[in-house]
């Protein structure tokens, strides 16, 4: 998971390859995790991934960036 964001994160300073495929793992972890704060920032995340995989725009990696922020402190074991 950790690895995921990261490249999450790398993707708003350069534009990557393989968005897709850290998007379909980032919605298969959304939809097995049973924390409800998780599944609730993950799809923020997974909504926000696929916005700016259409249309790279600085809004929508803004958006990526909180959605990223947001995720990590949800999945991050307390």
Do not use: I, Y
Not at 50 to 67: E, I, T
């Amino acid at each position: 998971m950790e690895q995921l964001l990261k490249q999450v994160e790398k993707s708003t300073q350069v534009r990557r390859t393989g968005l897709e495929q850290v998007l379909a793992e980032l919605e298969m972890h959304r939809d097995t995790t049973p924390d409800p704060d998780a599944r609730s920032a993950l799809a923020w995340l997974c909504n926000s991934l696929s916005r700016f995989v259409s249309n790279p725009s600085a809004a929508h990696a803004r958006q990526l960036m909180m959605a990223t922020g947001t995720a990590k402190s949800a999945c991050t074991p307390r």
